[in-house]
């Protein structure tokens, strides 16, 4: 398998790096868990868990860096700074990693986004801000609420754009019709252990509810109670969606 680890820095200063798996295929930008980094996705057996597709050129992956540290799990600051200071992993996303990827993978125009517990947080509010770049997002046990991660503060614009459980509801207008036209959607959340605790449940729920009064493209898949918030679960969550898309 064609493996490499590309660092990256976006024109405002900020630094990552990118582990990419795969030769050919449709490009998907892979968000961490909290605080995760480039390789997680392999040591988790994630990529092992789609290795058929990915050697058969169907999907390449490219698995992004975290900021967590200094943004969303910087708990002594307040949720509106952290949601400020995510603006820097934002800028790197797009101004770094994104024309990599692009140049990476022929060029090509789409991207989808991916991810486990806080990535999939990542994946989806980035689809729905830049639903140019990411049309299609897989959200694996994710909990969409930032308000939620024992956060404290007042709450301002930044944090706002950086909540879709705030934004989505207020969707509307010509906006709202093209984000319908362009933008799909897989929830997919175990109902076992830790999926409550950690709030994923819920808020996967509640997202699908939200999804469906918008009439935006979705699906939610609801695993049983014996699936819980972990490694395993994802595994085989992925490698059941995944070939629908490639």
């Known amino acids: 398998m ?14 990552g790096s990118v582990a990419v798996y795969g030769h050919y295929g ?46 969303w799990s910087a708990a002594d600051l307040p ?52 639903a140019d770049i990411f049309p299609l997002a897989l959200c694996f046990s994710g909990n969409y609420d930032p308000t939620t991660w024992r956060g404290w503060g007042e709450q301002g614009n930044n944090l706002y754009f950086n909540n879709p459980m705030a934004y989505v509801g207020n969707l509307h207008g010509d906006h709202l019709d093209w984000l319908r036209s362009r933008l799909s959607l897989l929830l997919v959340c175990g109902q076992g252990q830790w999926e409550d605790t950690t709030g994923s449940l819920a808020s996967t729920r509640r997202m699908a509810d939200l999804l469906a009064a918008k009439d935006i493209r979705h699906e939610l898949d609801l695993w049983g109670h014996d699936v819980p918030h972990d490694w395993p679960s994802w595994q085989a969550q992925f490698a059941h969606h995944l070939p629908r898309f490639c």
Request: hydrophobic share 40%.
């Open 2 to 15: 064609r493996h490499y680890t590309a660092d990256l820095w976006s024109p405002s200063g900020a630094r």
């Open 26 to 71: 449709r490009p998907v930008l892979v968000f961490p868990t909290e605080g995760g980094y480039p390789g997680e996705f392999a040591d988790q057996g994630m990529v092992a868990a789609v290795a058929d597709l990915i050697e058969a050129g169907q999907v390449k992956l490219y698995c992004a860096d975290s900021f967590d540290a200094g943004t």
């Open 79 to 130: 949720l509106e700074e952290r949601a400020l200071r995510h603006g820097a992993y934002e800028s790197w996303i797009l101004d770094a990693v994104v024309p990599h990827v692009r140049e990476d993978s022929g060029g090509t125009a789409e991207i989808a986004t991916a991810g486990c517990s806080m990535g999939a947080f990542h994946a989806l509010n980035f689809a729905f801000k830049r």
